[in-house]
Structures are given as structure tokens and as C-alpha cells.
């Protein structure tokens, strides 16, 4: 694995590239996507904006992180983009359930919580790519994107220091 920072301080960590199964001509492909969010003005503003991404489709939604795992099992996709806290459960837990059963599911996980512990929580889950909701449309975009690639990207975090 490659580490590199991205300037707006983002790390990237560059796995190696899987032979892609959804490839068509050009290189271009369908990305199906599961949206999990709970906030109903962030959900029906955010499909909107997704519809509009070329070669997206989003499969299902759902306002409850326990419906991820068996909408993943019904609909098989590319992406699952995954609040942390929704009203019924834990992004993260059901992030790790995805990862365990289907590795090769990417999940974005969002949140408004402006907290380190969640992105080293969601990277030891599994989570390929952490964002939190105060970023631009372009920046989310850009995110989806990287989702097409072996790549996973978090948001730089203060480094641990121990008061001595």
C-alpha cells in the first residue's frame, strides 16, 4: 500500500488495482449505489445531486444503518455511502458487518461529527473512504470517484501525543 497526502488535507492509501468486473467500453461503468442517511433534507438534497453524476445509479436508501447489510445482499453494489450515526444504529458497526461479507463494496462513510476517534474507527472497520458534511459537493464528488479506484482516503488527523 502507497500513502500520499492530497492538499485540503486529505490521505490517500493506494491499494493494488483489482480486475475490474463492471469495466465496459471506454472504461466507464454503471457504479450502483446504497445511500444510508437519516437526516431527510441531507438524503432527498444528496440523491438529487448523485443522480446527476454520470454513470451512477442509486439502488436503494434507507434512513436505518441495520438495513445496509441485506440491502448489500439484495442489490450487490459498488458503493454504499453510510451515515455514521442514523436513529437506529451504528454506521461503523454495520460498515464492518459489510466489509467482513463483501470486501469488495466500497463504503463512504459521512458524518457531521467533527471527532478523530470516528475516521480511525471507520478505517479499522473497513471503511475505504470518511468525509464529514461540511464538504463541498465537488469534494463529495471527487470522493464517489475515488470509489471507481483501489483507493481509500480519510481526513488527515492530529497525531496522538501523550501529555508528559
Same mark, same amino acid.
Given at each position: 500500500?502507497?500513502r500520499e497526502?492530497?492538499?485540503?488535507?486529505?490521505?490517500?492509501?493506494?491499494e493494488p488495482?483489482?480486475?475490474?468486473?463492471?469495466k465496459g $467500453?471506454?472504461?466507464a461503468y454503471? =457504479?450502483?449505489?446504497?445511500y444510508?442517511? %437519516?437526516?431527510?433534507l441531507? @438524503?432527498?438534497? +444528496?440523491?438529487?445531486? $448523485?443522480?446527476?453524476?454520470p454513470? =451512477?445509479?442509486?439502488v436503494?436508501?434507507s %434512513?436505518?444503518?441495520?438495513d @445496509?447489510?441485506? +440491502?448489500c445482499?439484495?442489490h450487490?453494489?459498488?458503493?454504499?455511502i453510510?451515515?455514521i450515526?442514523?436513529? %437506529?444504529?451504528?454506521?461503523?458497526?454495520?460498515?464492518a458487518?459489510i466489509?467482513k461479507s463483501?470486501?469488495?463494496?466500497?463504503?463512504?462513510?459521512?458524518t457531521?461529527?467533527?471527532?478523530?476517534?470516528?475516521?480511525k474507527?471507520?478505517?479499522?472497520a473497513g471503511?475505504?473512504?470518511f468525509a464529514?458534511?461540511?464538504?463541498?459537493l465537488?469534494?463529495?464528488t471527487?470522493?464517489?470517484?475515488?470509489?471507481?479506484?483501489?483507493?481509500?482516503?480519510?481526513?488527515?488527523?492530529?497525531?496522538?501525543?501523550e501529555k508528559?
Open positions: 500500500m502507497v497526502e492530497l492538499s485540503g488535507g486529505w490521505d490517500i492509501h493506494r488495482e483489482p480486475a475490474d468486473k463492471h $467500453m471506454g472504461g454503471q =457504479m450502483k449505489v446504497i444510508i442517511e %437519516d437526516q431527510n441531507l @438524503a432527498s438534497t +444528496l440523491v438529487k445531486v $448523485m443522480n446527476q453524476i454513470d =451512477m445509479e442509486i436503494a436508501q %434512513d436505518k444503518a441495520s @445496509a447489510f441485506r +440491502l445482499q439484495i450487490h453494489p459498488d458503493l454504499v453510510m451515515d450515526f442514523t436513529n %437506529d444504529g451504528n454506521g461503523i458497526e454495520s460498515t458487518l466489509k463483501f470486501p469488495e463494496i466500497k463504503v463512504l462513510i459521512l457531521g461529527v467533527e471527532e478523530d476517534w470516528l475516521v474507527a471507520a478505517e479499522e471503511a475505504d473512504l464529514r458534511k461540511n464538504l463541498s465537488n469534494e463529495l471527487d470522493l464517489i470517484q475515488y470509489a471507481r479506484m483501489p483507493y481509500r482516503v480519510f481526513p488527515q488527523i492530529q497525531a496522538d501525543t508528559t
